[in-house]
């Protein structure tokens, strides 16, 4: 039959129903997959079908194999040969997925779904039986993506590096604890996102920063230009120990609801509003001129929260000392925090984790979806890059 007769519109009259169309795709579907397999063992062979063999090695009959794909579950017949070296590429030896089912099965993981949400999932759409152990090995072959994607070699600058911590629960020694997922994100020099990393680790700590900003030092980063964090006790002292050139700037909005911790909610509104003249001033003294003035309405009733802002002035007004486009995106982890709020979108239905490598692999996967998106330069890069070679020309150009 032609191709052309094939898909002409007489040809698809036969057809009275959806049904009988898809047992005609999946008939023709298995016809081709088993013309495929005959191929290959031609070219393992060196001999085409019925003619003679060459060599001491020949066909030697078929056995039958039940696949599973998205259209179903279709059993095939695969060649052999006589002394079984014969290894195919389309359907290898002990596998039975083929199409891009595992691909869905990881899709469907990393967006949160339990495998017994998958199994049942499949079992509705493709009509067939997956235990939840066959899911469980199908998402565990990611570890080896993961170790490979922990070890990769980083840009040796990188323009900005946001970092922040998300808390999961995670068992250990039967009793279930928090522990925090590190995360360090990065902007490349050709205005591109990177995620640098993932480390797990115990309550979030400067100490444990300690070990993320080695880890990225030794795959590659000589110089980071500007960090953007939260105001964790030690942070910045950590940032400056493994990289002492870069400008720390600590997150205003975390600031912000630091401060707020210690006003009553009468006064939260009122105090918000004043603060909001210290980071939305046009430069540095004018901010400074800002805190006085929240100092001496408030420092009588919230002294801690004036407190707050003064012992960390240098590193929470960094973002004054660059133009407006950078300010912008670097005097908050908003960045980070969006992605963090992505990952517990795809983790929220996992109350807590058996392992440590459980909440890795999860991570993992929801921070694949969370960044596919990540294909193009952050707006506005042409003029953000263009102040960066300005101000940081030499530190740039040197890598």
């Not at 495998?115 to 990611?142: A, C, F, M, P, Q």
Request: proline share 2%.
């Amino acid at each position: 039959m032609k191709a052309e007769d094939l898909f002409s519109k007489d040809f698809f009259k036969q057809f009275k129903t959806g049904e009988d169309l898809n047992t005609f795709m999946h008939e023709l579907k298995k016809r081709a997959l088993e013309e495929m397999l005959e191929g290959e063992l031609d070219d393992h062979l060196g001999y085409d079908k019925h003619k003679n063999s060459p060599n001491s090695n020949s066909r030697n009959g078929h056995t039958t194999k039940k696949i599973k794909s998205s259209q179903g579950e279709t059993e095939i017949k695969v060649p052999r040969d006589r002394d079984s070296s014969f290894q195919p590429m389309i359907i290898k030896k002990r596998e039975s997925f083929i199409d891009g089912l595992e691909n869905i099965i990881i899709s469907m993981y990393a967006k949160g779904m339990s495998n017994s949400d998958i199994e049942e999932h499949i079992s509705e759409l493709y009509g067939y039986d997956i235990s939840t152990s066959k899911i469980s090995r199908i998402t565990d072959r990611v570890t080896n993506d993961i170790a490979s994607w922990q070890n990769r070699a980083l840009e040796p600058v990188y323009l900005i590096v946001w970092m922040d911590g998300i808390v999961f629960k995670v068992r250990e020694n039967s009793k279930v604890i928090n522990k925090t997922m590190y995360i360090a994100v990065g902007l490349r020099t050709d205005g591109r996102k990177e995620v640098l990393g993932l480390w797990l680790g115990k309550n979030e700590s400067s100490a444990f920063w300690m070990t993320v900003l080695t880890d990225i030092k030794a795959r590659g980063v000589n110089d980071i230009l500007i960090t953007a964090t939260d105001n964790l006790n030690g942070f910045t002292q950590t940032i400056q120990s493994v990289f002492p050139q870069s400008t720390k700037q600590i997150c205003v909005v975390h600031q912000i609801r630091n401060a707020s911790k210690y006003v009553v909610w009468k006064d939260k509104k009122d105090f918000a509003k004043d603060m909001r003249e210290i980071y939305t001033a046009p430069n540095k003294k004018s901010a400074e001129l800002a805190l006085n003035e929240l100092d001496k309405k408030w420092s009588s009733k919230y002294s801690y929260a004036i407190k707050s802002w003064r012992e960390n002035w240098d590193e929470l007004t960094a973002f004054f000392d660059f133009p407006l486009e950078i300010r912008r995106i670097i005097y908050t982890t908003n960045l980070i925090e969006n992605l963090n709020g992505k990952i517990r979108k795809y983790t929220k239905n996992k109350l807590s984790f058996p392992t440590d490598d459980a909440v890795m692999k999860s991570t993992f996967l929801a921070l694949s979806e969370a960044t596919k998106k990540w294909t193009m330069p952050i707006r506005d890069w042409g003029m953000i890059h263009n102040q960066f070679l300005i101000i940081f020309e030499e530190r740039i150009s040197r890598y």
